[in-house]
């Protein structure tokens, strides 16, 4: 936990800038999530602290690094009577491997309606990732063996775990939730939030052929990322993450997902398109 709340703690360089670091679990490999909650820091330091994050879209332009720092650059776009933008850019050597834009509002009252939290098994009773990482171990291809010994201070119970390894289209439902109770900081649940929402998503495109993101004939890339939040994050309690892939095509996968609290109420909505392409080497 102390790792993962490093990540969010950005050195601030003055004028609107910041400086992350990956954390020494990460490999070779830059994770997705990881970007977006920092660019997403990042933006929030200069943002009023009455006015949460609502929605950021973004796009992965270059593989990442996490052996060298990431620079962040907050451009303060508008800042208006209610809503206030933000645009963030994250480089490395110089060159920019990410951006982001983000919206944050003065909370105010409206109209209100979710779509219901589809029936779900209580992650109670779900076997844990360890227990359905030895049953699946036959199955799973090396390239995650470094995932599964990587300690992780997320508790996950995946639904229907049998369609991981199936031809299915219809999606998948995870539970989630950070494991050590976090600081009351709405600003920090919804950053992990953002982080957190780029886990397994693009998987469920892949689920629908059978696939993962672990073959090895497959070349795998997020491509771009947009969250909604709907109401105050709270990460350190179960949510249910539902997903869905409607389309794939000329190597590209499509997928959305829905955030529910444990008692149904919709938090946050998502969306990434991912690179899916078939390695013609192998």
Not at 115 to 133: G, Q
Not at 196 to 218: C, K
Request: hydrophobic residues 45%; aromatic residues 8%; glycine residues 6%.
């Amino acid at each position: 936990m102390t790792e993962l709340l490093t990540l969010l703690d950005l050195d601030d360089l003055g004028d609107d800038r910041f400086r992350g670091y990956s954390p020494a679990s990460a490999g070779s490999h830059l994770y997705g999530g990881q970007v977006v909650a920092q660019a997403l820091v990042a933006a929030t330091r200069t943002v009023p602290a009455d006015r949460p994050a609502h929605s950021l879209h973004a796009y992965f332009v270059l593989a990442g690094d996490p052996r060298i720092p990431i620079d962040f650059a907050v451009e303060r776009v508008r800042d208006g009577r209610s809503f206030t933008t933000r645009r963030c850019e994250a480089t490395q050597r110089g060159r920019v491997i990410f951006s982001l834009e983000a919206s944050f509002q003065l909370r105010e009252p409206g109209l209100t309606h979710a779509a219901d939290m589809p029936p779900a098994t209580a992650p109670e009773d779900l076997p844990t990732i360890d227990a359905l990482i030895e049953r699946f171990q036959a199955f799973l291809p090396a390239p995650a063996e470094p995932w599964q010994k990587r300690a992780s201070s997320l508790d996950m119970r995946v639904v229907a775990p049998e369609a991981l390894l199936s031809p299915t289209r219809a999606g998948q439902l995870i539970w989630f939730r950070v494991q050590e109770p976090l600081p009351d900081d709405e600003a920090t649940h919804a950053a992990l939030l953002a982080y957190l929402s780029d886990m397994t998503l693009l998987n469920t495109a892949l689920m629908v052929h059978g696939r993962n993101i672990f073959d090895p004939r497959i070349q795998v890339a997020s491509l771009d990322h947009a969250l909604w939040i709907h109401a105050r994050p709270r990460v350190d309690d179960w949510l249910l993450y539902v997903q869905e892939s409607p389309a794939a095509s000329h190597a590209r996968g499509l997928t959305f997902g829905r955030i529910y609290t444990r008692d149904g109420r919709l938090l946050a909505s998502s969306a990434q398109e991912g690179l899916i392409r078939l390695r013609t080497n192998l």
